[in-house]
């Protein structure tokens, strides 16, 4: 994109604050005092919608509690196992029905199928098979995010335009040369699409397992704030996991997003 | 081998001998080249011309080794072909530069194939930049170039591994006729400074005449070869050639060949058409 | 001419019978396993008793009323989606301020896990249909909204250049050419939210133990009865994978040819 821009004709010296970022602020503003006004009110029941003060009061407690880092340690141990185990064997399947039309045609609609099902419903089987610790998380993340992974990393193979498959082959390039310079970089946006998709669904899937049944982990203090009625401590849980999600997922898809201008 | 120089200079580097290719298709077996034998001598630039559909893309795919259900022999410089082979360089008819590798490392390609060290290979490729006029360009990605640029890169890459046959499946069919033509006198002027044998497979008359020496025209289904024309006009030559007198007496020659062919292929297509369900949107 | 048909309708069909075939061999195999003893059949019940106990959850769960108001909390979510989501997209799309604004933070949205408010909900809203249809409603928000504005911007400039020669207003604009231009998109949009609704409403009545087919799950893994616990998750999947077909077709009859 800033390519594009420079190519095109050098931005203008831009004026302090644009009108959209005027407007975002406005938004912000607006949604904040209300709330607060909300919150002084007192319409509501006590803590449904607690004083920015006390959300930004629990806000820096957690921030500064130990405690709370064990937990995000735990559960981020979580879902990166859920992504290695379930990304690297979706790709796997994934590139396998990708290059054999048989073996595609005769499994990828069951994938296609069942990856937009609820996995969560799974929970109670995975706590017979990997008992009620981390493994029955890891599990159900894992289940989560092993269908977008396959599922993108086939469509990606096939994808993948014919002619460049062609030029690897009319340099000599060997079996590895074509897997490492050629099939993977062509395929490299659906893969980074299909890991975007698998995290949020791994995170999703670890952290609702955790709120059902867990002694430790976020989705753990989350639901131990709802069940001793801290308000505050829950909108300040939800405000960092919200950001961490969002920031990995941007992360992800710019790491993926380079050069995709193209045609 | 132990003719003298001479003798060799005139040895064909190219041989084509009896190529037979079938194809099975839901309605029945299609022949797409029959029994095609023809042979390129080095430094000479030879155009195969057909109407679309006639079987030329089979036949650039054989020759460069990418189909090999074939019957018949080809060979380079007396080695039988069994796969894509060092000696002859494809360039595509379709966009294909690696839209994640920048100019240079596209032009580099093959070489970082062979395992040359990368401060010599990037002289290599900025070598081939420079001869098809992309000097410059050498780190931008594909997206940013047009059409004509991006099929200059594929070129610089083919020519960077040093090719004895550039072997040219339509390559500017993609391009705007203006465009097209520039090019044609670049690859002109490029084929002329390298002495590059060179075996292009063409529909268009204007550019098999402005460039070759020999053109092989091809009859529609099954793939014949219909006749061959030498074109005696003199080099170097440019695109401004287009306009003398002996050029258009080639072209209408060719085309009168062609013209019955390329009717029989458009009359088959409308049968098709007539005599199956619509065409896939 | 005869015998290559057959012969191509032969390999159209070897396929998927091919998948069939291991899917059930793997439940032959699991089944035998089990009864071999190599597997404990206190963790995975055999597959025969599974498909046993289908009739016994049917009938004694009351699953036909739990299937009809789990459906009801898709298709109110589903209702305010479409209105919501829509008018939001469209919103958006009339005022390119309003877009630029807050069309980023739509996205993130959409990359956040929404579904994790459901504690916050329940406080809200109480342990309740209203929680769970709100839950199917936010969480699947974001895809409508931004297919919607996908489907506006999305339109040809070409058509939009037709309806100015006809010297349209606009609002004959946006109803004869934008809006027909984007349906098939918005329609998309429609279809993702409706399944990430469904997905968030079986999960949420799952976890929060109340109302349709989730709290059935959880109500037999309660109980202990391994056999239904199963037999009720293959029944959850099979009306997911029921509900995703049905809304495929749906699409695909409502969107006009193009």
Redesign the interface.
């Given at each position: 994109m800033a390519?594009?821009g420079r190519?095109t004709h050098a931005a203008p010296a831009a004026p302090a604050l644009s009108?959209?970022t005027l407007?975002?602020i406005a938004?912000i503003v607006t949604v904040l005092v209300g709330w607060e006004l909300l919150s002084r009110s007192g319409w509501l029941?006590r803590?449904?919608v607690p004083s920015w003060i006390a959300i930004g009061h629990a806000l820096f407690d957690l921030l500064t509690s130990g405690e709370y880092y064990f937990n995000l340690a735990v559960t981020a141990g979580e879902i990166g196992a859920a992504l290695a185990i379930g990304g690297l064997s979706g790709m796997a399947i994934g590139i396998l029905l990708g290059a054999n039309?048989?073996?595609?045609?005769?499994?990828e609609?069951?994938l296609y199928?069942?990856g937009?099902?609820?996995k969560?419903?799974?929970?109670?089987?995975m706590i017979?098979?990997f008992g009620v610790g981390p493994g029955s998380k890891i599990a159900l993340g894992t289940l989560s995010c092993f269908f977008p992974v396959a599922l993108s990393a086939a469509a990606g193979m096939r994808q993948i335009?014919k002619?460049?498959i062609?030029?690897g082959?009319?340099?000599?390039?060997?079996t590895m040369?074509m897997v490492w310079?050629i099939y993977l970089?062509?395929m490299?946006h659906p893969i980074i699409n299909g890991v975007?998709l698998g995290l949020?669904v791994a995170?999703?899937g670890t952290?609702?397992a955790e709120?059902?049944l867990s002694n430790k982990g976020i989705?753990f203090l989350?639901?131990q704030?709802?069940s001793i009625?801290d308000?505050p401590r829950?909108?300040a849980m939800?405000i960092v996991?919200?950001v961490l999600?969002?920031g990995a997922?941007?992360l992800v898809g710019r790491l993926g997003g380079l050069?995709?201008?193209?045609? | 081998m132990s003719a003298d120089a001479s003798a060799r200079r005139s040895d064909p580097i190219l041989v084509a001998d009896d190529i037979y290719v079938r194809f099975d298709t839901p309605e029945g077996g299609v022949v797409a080249v029959d029994h095609m034998s023809f042979d390129v001598n080095p430094g000479e630039f030879v155009s195969v011309i057909g109407p679309s559909g006639c079987g030329k893309s089979t036949l650039f795919n054989v020759i460069g080794g990418l189909l090999t259900s074939h019957q018949g022999i080809v060979s380079v410089a007396g080695e039988t072909i069994s796969g894509p082979h060092q000696s002859i360089g494809m360039v595509f008819q379709e966009e294909s530069t690696f839209p994640w590798r920048t100019v240079i490392d596209n032009v580099a390609f093959p070489l970082e194939l062979t395992g040359m060290p990368k401060q010599k290979r990037v002289d290599r490729a900025r070598h081939f930049i420079k001869l098809v006029g992309l000097d410059g360009f050498e780190s931008r990605y594909p997206g940013e170039l047009s059409g004509g640029m991006r099929q200059r890169v594929s070129l610089a890459r083919t020519l960077a591994s040093e090719p004895k046959i550039l072997l040219m499946d339509e390559p500017f069919a993609a391009l705007d006729e203006q465009t097209r033509l520039l090019l044609g006198d670049k690859v002109l002027q490029i084929q002329q400074q390298l002495k590059q044998t060179t075996l292009l497979i063409t529909h268009n008359i204007t550019e098999a005449v402005q460039m070759s020496d020999r053109i092989l025209v091809m009859t529609y289904r099954p793939g014949k070869m219909k006749r061959i024309v030498n074109i005696d006009l003199p080099r170097p030559r440019t695109s401004e050639i287009v306009g003398s007198e002996a050029f258009g007496r080639y072209v209408a020659q060719i085309w009168a060949d062609l013209r019955e062919e390329a009717s029989r292929g458009m009359r088959d297509q409308e049968d098709h058409v007539l005599h199956h369900e619509a065409p896939a949107s | 001419m005869s015998a290559p048909a057959r012969h191509t309708a032969l390999r159209a069909y070897l396929p998927p019978a091919f998948g069939l075939a291991v899917l059930v061999g793997f439940f032959v195999a699991v089944e035998i396993m089990i009864q071999g003893g190599i597997l404990n059949r206190f963790i995975v019940p055999p597959p025969s008793e599974i498909i046993g106990s289908f009739g016994r959850v049917i009938v004694e769960e009351h699953i036909f009323s739990r299937f009809m108001l789990t459906l009801g909390e898709c298709l109110s979510a589903g209702v305010m989606l479409t209105v919501f989501g829509v008018a939001g997209g469209v919103l958006m799309h009339r005022f390119k301020l309003l877009q630029q604004a807050c069309e980023t933070w739509v996205a993130a949205m959409a990359s956040a896990p929404i579904v994790l408010m459901y504690p916050l909900f329940m406080v809200i809203f109480g342990r309740s249909s209203l929680t769970i249809v709100m839950i199917g409603f936010i969480a699947a928000l974001p895809p409508v909204i931004l297919k919607t504005i996908e489907g506006l911007s999305g339109t040809r400039k070409v058509l939009i250049n037709v309806g100015k020669s006809f010297n349209l207003t606009r609002s004959q604009q946006f109803w004869k050419i934008l809006f027909p231009a984007a349906l098939p998109t918005i329609f998309v949009g429609i279809r993702l939210g409706l399944i990430f609704a469904l997905i968030n409403i079986v999960g949420v009545e799952f976890l929060i133990n109340y109302g349709g087919l989730g709290q059935l799950i959880n109500d037999l893994a309660e109980r202990y009865d391994l056999a239904g616990t199963y037999a009720a998750i293959c029944f959850v999947i099979l009306v997911s994978v029921l509900f995703f077909m049905t809304l495929e077709k749906v699409e695909r009859w409502l969107r006009p040819a193009d």
């Open positions: 390519e594009t190519l009108p959209v407007l975002r938004i029941y803590d449904v039309r048989f073996l595609s045609k005769a499994f609609h069951f199928y069942l937009p099902t609820p969560i419903i799974f929970f109670p089987i017979m098979w335009d002619v460049i062609k030029v082959k009319s340099f000599r390039a060997s040369q310079k970089p062509a490299r975007r949020g995170l999703i952290l609702l709120t059902k989705g989350i639901i704030a709802y009625f308000m829950m909108y939800l996991l919200f999600a969002i997922n941007a050069h995709t201008i193209r045609r | - | -």
